[in-house]
Nanobody, 127 residues
Framework: VQLQASGGGLVQAGGSLRLSCAAS????????MGWFRQAPGKEREFVSA????????YYKDSVKGRFTISRDNAKNTVYLQMNSLKPEDTAVYYC?????????????????????WGQGTQVTVSS
């Protein structure tokens, strides 16, 4: 399974970006998908996750109400719509696939649950 993240960039505080993660080489429709991020000098942290059919979504508290995760299984792609961006959202964003497909609130945030990772896309929010 290969994951290709895109859509990052430089945006002013209050702006929006939409990240995409395209999957190939596997059965995307059976995977739970997650987004993580890592800021310079910090550990990688969970941002959001969605189960195989989009029926359940999970978010880091600090992004609730601002970020929305979605997926299009016909296009083998998961998205992260990021609105009202803040400078503290600056990080490299990674998408990841959990081949089990069904995730829980606890498992969604555990990076060890994910089997495949994309290469990351840089998001920089200026103040």
């Amino acid at each position: 399974v290969q994951l290709q993240a895109s859509g990052g960039g430089l945006v002013q505080a209050g702006g929006s970006l939409r990240l995409s993660c395209a999957a190939s080489g596997g059965i995307f429709s059976g995977y739970a998908m997650g987004w993580f991020r890592q800021a310079p000098g910090k550990e990688r942290e969970f941002v959001s996750a969605i189960n195989w059919n989009g029926g359940s979504t999970y978010y880091k508290d600090s992004v609730k109400g601002r970020f929305t995760i979605s997926r299009d299984n016909a296009k083998n792609t998961v998205y992260l719509q990021m609105n009202s961006l803040k400078p503290e959202d600056t990080a490299v964003y990674y998408c990841a696939a959990d081949t089990y497909g069904v995730t829980t609130a606890q498992a969604a945030g555990d990076s060890d649950e994910y089997d495949y990772w994309g290469q990351g896309t840089q998001v920089t929010v200026s103040s």
